[in-house]
């Protein structure tokens, strides 16, 4: 595969989970509240004119935490393998994030707005990141599990 030995040659270097196992559950928890519970918030009420950046910044600081959380969390077994998952996940997400970047700009200039491509570009970045890690991870239980 072209991806494995031209792009991503860092098969040497590891990158080892440093969270425990159950900040990965606390990421999704953490993920799914940062999407509900503005909603619910502004249905109440709770979001106006005065508290609107204040809430959007800490929206995106907690979804940026969550990311962070879930790709450095252990896997259930964590070994060598799942660290070398972990390094290529960082590849393909940067891949995927000048991709993602041109198409933005593209659009902006189409639409007359280069602002909207800068817009939260980390969390696009740390959502391939995540992204592609569980891509590996499942990829890599599929293919042990049919070596068997």
């Known amino acids: 595969m072209l ?9 040497a270097k590891i990158m080892k989970g440093i969270l425990p196992t159950y900040c ?16 619910m918030m502004f249905m109440f009420g709770m979001i106006n004119d005065s508290n609107l950046l204040f809430t959007k910044a800490s929206v995106k600081l907690l979804i940026w935490f969550s990311l962070f959380m879930i790709f450095l969390a252990k896997v259930k077994n ?3 393998e799942t660290a070398k998952i972990r390094v ?16 933005m700009l593209v659009r902006g200039v189409y639409d ?8 939260s570009i980390a969390i696009v970045y740390m959502a391939f990141n995540v992204l592609c890690l569980e891509f590996g991870i499942q990829k890599s239980k599929v293919d042990k599990l049919f070596k068997k």
Do not use: H, Q, S, W
Request: with cysteine.
């Open 3 to 11: 991806a494995n030995n031209y792009f991503c040659t860092l098969n």
């Open 78 to 80: 964590e070994n060598e």
């Open 24 to 39: 990965r559950t606390m990421g999704y928890t953490l993920l799914i509240l940062c999407v509900f519970l503005p909603l």
């Open 112 to 119: 007359g707005n280069l602002e909207e491509a800068d817009n």
């Open 88 to 103: 290529k996940a960082i590849c393909y997400a940067i891949y995927l994030l000048g991709i993602y970047y041109i198409v």
